[in-house]
């Protein structure tokens, strides 16, 4: 076997750039329900999601294409500490503000974004590097499990106090699954996996919000003007859709009926206008990004690679999953965001950014 520098992976970047694409369309057709209550937030919101999310994204990419990889590892822990730093910032008076009733934002000179995004990233990039270093050590209880849990701990105190608990369920996935590609135990996993749940239920039964979910998750009309408004019209939107669906810019349900169509409820826009097929097709381009880039990683030069590449996609991968589960009323409302499609230029951007680092790492594919 032999690892030099090749061209980049090109069937994986032709996957991101179909995901993009009609992401691009998709968020403009769904964006038009914006416009026909405000104009002024329309063009705001083109500009925060094509201008700063997919323009600072590119660039990103491209950077991401010329940094070596190793430098990642190498600055891997002021990576996460600055990533937990900046998204504990949001409770400073005057940085941080609340939006629907959560702290998760920093407005900066007019601008706003999201940290909980480059927290989801810093934690990748350090815990590929933990778990590369450990090496067969992981296997061990101190080096692998345990070290886990403080990451999560940690992680854990800040984004339960915003309320962030979609984006903590999704580190702990992501985490979940680098150890098990590291090595660790199947048995340690599967305690991992069953504290995350008993942890979970605790929460839905201290939390009225959750338990709301949950139960509107189990009978999802149990109020349709109220608890269950959201599932209800996406369900509507995507039976509209049928075979073929309405047709382009032709979904009725983004005017008043989808809460943030541009965003938690842009899979079922996609549904009700592209139809069935349109929707298994973007669920296959998914399965396609997940199958590609684990080959990618399979074929990675070393374990930092490996556990990285593999931990990016298992990311978005399981936020994009999370996002067409609660659409479809698979899994309870979450509110994620469709990777590469949903409003939000912070997710857009360091999504884009992850993607240059597989394209760079996919250079130096080890060829049998």
């Known amino acids: 076997m032999t690892t030099r520098e090749n061209k980049i992976d090109r069937f994986f970047l032709i996957i991101v750039g179909l995901l993009l694409s009609l992401g691009v369309l998709i968020f403009i057709s769904a964006s038009l329900g914006v416009l026909a209550k405000n104009e002024k937030l329309f063009y705001s919101v083109l500009f925060s999601q094509l201008v700063l999310g997919l323009g600072l994204g590119l660039v990103g990419m491209y950077l991401c294409l010329k940094i070596p990889y190793k430098f990642w590892r190498k600055y891997s822990l002021f990576i996460f500490l600055a990533s937990i730093l900046i998204t504990a910032a949001v409770f400073i008076p005057h940085l941080g503000f609340r939006h629907g009733g959560a702290q998760r934002w920093i407005e900066i000179g007019g601008f706003s974004f999201q940290p909980v995004e480059f927290l989801k990233f810093g934690f990748v990039i350090y815990f590929a590097s933990w778990l590369s270093w450990a090496k067969n050590r992981v296997q061990d209880f101190k080096f692998g499990i345990f070290p886990f849990g403080i990451m999560l701990a940690i992680i854990a105190l800040i984004l339960f ?3 962030d608990i979609k984006s903590f369920i999704l580190i702990a996935t992501t985490g979940i699954g680098m150890l098990f590609i590291s090595g660790v135990p199947f048995k340690y996993i599967l305690g991992v996996g069953l504290g995350a749940v008993f942890l979970l239920g605790a929460l839905i039964f201290f939390t009225p919000y959750l338990q709301e979910r949950v139960k509107t998750f189990i009978d999802p009309s149990a109020d349709p003007r109220g608890s269950s408004y959201q599932i209800q019209q996406s369900l509507i939107a995507l039976g509209s859709g049928k075979i073929f669906g309405r047709g382009f810019g032709q979904s009725i349900q983004k005017f008043s009926y989808l809460p943030e169509p541009q965003g938690d409820s842009i899979f079922a826009v996609l ?46 991968i399981a936020q994009s999953f999370m996002h067409i589960a609660s659409i479809t009323g698979v899994f309870p409302l979450t509110g994620v965001p469709l990777p590469f499609m949903s409003l939000g230029g912070t997710s857009l951007m360091v999504y884009l950014t992850a993607i240059g680092m597989v394209l760079h790492i996919s250079k130096f594919s080890i060829r049998k």
């Open 161 to 163: 106090k915003q309320p």
């Open 271 to 316: 549904g009700e206008e592209f139809g069935f097929v349109g929707a298994f097709g973007t669920i296959f381009l998914y399965l396609l990004f997940a199958l590609r880039g684990f080959r990618i990683a399979n074929n990675s030069p070393d374990a930092f690679s490996r556990l990285l590449v593999s931990g990016i996609v298992i990311l978005i």
